[in-house]
């Protein structure tokens, strides 16, 4: 919600504008307070003042309404004590009900409710004293007509008070499940990053780990490529699950790392480490390369990550191609391969596909994954751009290029 223009506004000037305000009041409710048989002119001090203490008191109306309401109370008895006519002081009634409002929005229900009884029973009190000070009778139609008017007056504020106050508990009660939210979508974010960081890096492991133990005694350099890929693999998996891990443990404090987002820059780092586990990726780019939105760059990648692992994991293939197309408006993934048409142990039902379905959902676009029709399984994504983008990037050997292939 966006603060109010006055809120906005340096607090020296709202300052000086506020009693600005009042010395302009105190002229007016000087006027409107004269008796019958009294002048504008020339300007009696006794009145004068008091129509400056009638207006004075309202520069602290909004910080301090409960004080200020019992300083104009306090006021009303004085004056009706001291034998003035209610013409003189009907201000202070108008004010009273104003200030209910105020004490009502910023205060318990039990305090406003006081303050609206108080104020009630001060502000009947004063006008059948001035009644009777007079001779008139209380219960006459149009003097009881008059105390019913009162009455409302203070009910109206009363209920406006509250009306503000709920408004305020509802705004406040949205503000907080909007962060609430918000902390539930990052741990949700921060678990498809697992998932799809842990999935892959323990697939490309395990093939690795059974390769080298297959060759042990009869290549034993064969071997030993594996274990050095075994712990390539490791470092970076332990790196990114530290970088998640921290954001988990202290969401406001800024990692003293730089961030670990991968982004589809890092498809062929990806396309490395799965050929060196037996799948070889061939990685095409379509249309003109150029940075994209954080969102949709991580969650591409993503998406890549977790279809080559589910082809390394479960296709039953070494071969597998992406085809990563830039359009003006979108980006377009597609991920296929020729193995034996499951991208998952049961497809379309496994967590890997669930999570890429999500990620597409949460940026408005389309997904598709299926068996292919000549055999073999392919993902298919469309991620629209939202935000203008533009400026050539370079393809992996330096070069700046409208369309990149790397095979």
């Not at 109306?61 to 004590?81: N, Q």
Request: aromatic fraction near 4%; charged fraction near 20%; proline fraction near 5%.
């Amino acid at each position: 919600m966006r603060d109010r223009w006055p809120e906005r506004l340096p607090g020296g000037v709202r300052t000086l504008l506020t009693w600005c305000g009042l010395a302009g009041l105190v002229p007016l409710l000087y006027a409107l307070t004269l008796t019958d048989g009294e002048n504008l002119l020339p300007v009696d001090a006794a009145h004068a003042a008091f129509a400056a203490a009638m207006a004075f008191p309202l520069a602290w109306a909004r910080r301090r309404p409960g004080m200020v309401l019992a300083v104009l109370l306090a006021g009303v008895v004085t004056a009706s004590a001291a034998g003035l006519p209610a013409e003189r002081f009907w201000p202070l009634l108008l004010a009273g009900d104003v200030l209910v409002c105020l004490v009502a929005a910023a205060r318990s229900r039990r305090v406003g409710l006081a303050a609206a009884a108080v104020t009630l029973v001060v502000q009947e009190t004063a006008l059948q004293a001035d009644l009777l000070r007079h001779g008139l009778r209380a219960l006459a139609p149009g003097f009881l007509a008059l105390s019913v008017l009162l009455g409302l007056g203070v009910v109206v504020g009363w209920m406006g008070g509250m009306f503000i106050r709920q408004r305020r508990e509802y705004e406040r009660a949205l503000r907080t499940h909007a962060a609430a939210q918000a902390v539930t979508d990052e741990r949700l974010r921060i678990a498809r990053e697992l998932h799809d960081m842990v999935a892959h890096s323990i697939g490309i492991i395990a093939i690795q780990a059974g390769a080298g133990a297959r060759v042990i005694d009869s290549r034993p350099e064969q071997a030993r490529e594996a274990l050095g890929a075994i712990e390539a693999t490791s470092r970076q998996t332990l790196k990114g699950l530290r970088h998640l891990l921290g954001a988990l443990r202290d969401s406001d404090r800024e990692s003293s790392e730089p961030s670990l987002a991968a982004g589809l820059a890092d498809v062929d780092r990806l396309a490395e480490a799965t050929a060196a586990a037996g799948v070889r990726v061939d990685v095409r780019r379509h249309g003109r390369p150029r940075p994209l939105p954080a969102a949709v760059d991580r969650s591409a990648f993503r998406i890549v990550q977790e279809s080559v692992t589910n082809v390394l994991r479960h296709a039953g293939t070494d071969h597998c191609q992406v085809t990563i197309d830039y359009e003006d408006e979108e980006l377009r993934i597609d991920i296929s391969d020729a193995g034996r048409g499951t991208a998952t142990p049961s497809a379309g039902s496994g967590h890997g596909i669930a999570g890429m379905r999500e990620r597409v959902a949460l940026l408005n676009g389309d997904f598709s994954a299926g068996p292919r029709p000549g055999g073999g399984f392919r993902v298919t994504a469309r991620l629209p751009l939202t935000t203008p983008l533009a400026g050539p990037i370079k393809d992996p050997a330096g070069r700046a290029s409208a369309e990149v292939e790397v095979s």
